[in-house]
């Protein structure tokens, strides 16, 4: 599992992850389960690494493998 999310697209995805679960706790709607989704971005944030984006071939990490 090589790292294919950059320092940028990580920062993004764990501020919007956070958000998310920020909405998810906060809400008072039924529909505030969604904001569970948030997870998902938080996770590959933290991570550095994107299922979608291997099985896409993209990669925003700056770092060359060997």
Same mark, same amino acid.
Do not use: Q
């Given at each position: 599992?090589?790292?294919?999310?950059? =320092?940028?697209?990580?920062?993004?995805?764990?501020?919007?992850?956070?958000?998310?679960?920020?909405?998810?706790?906060?809400?008072?709607?039924?529909?505030?389960?969604?904001?569970?989704?948030?997870?998902v971005?938080?996770?590959?944030?933290?991570?550095?690494?994107?299922?979608?984006?291997?099985?896409?071939?993209?990669? =925003?990490?700056?770092?060359?493998?060997?």
């Open positions: 599992m090589n790292a294919n999310v950059g =320092t940028l697209d990580r920062s993004l995805r764990v501020a919007a992850g956070v958000v998310l679960l920020a909405i998810a706790a906060l809400a008072d709607h039924p529909l505030r389960w969604w904001g569970l989704i948030g997870i971005p938080l996770a590959t944030g933290l991570f550095g690494y994107c299922p979608l984006y291997a099985l896409l071939g993209f990669d =925003t990490c700056p770092l060359k493998k060997a």
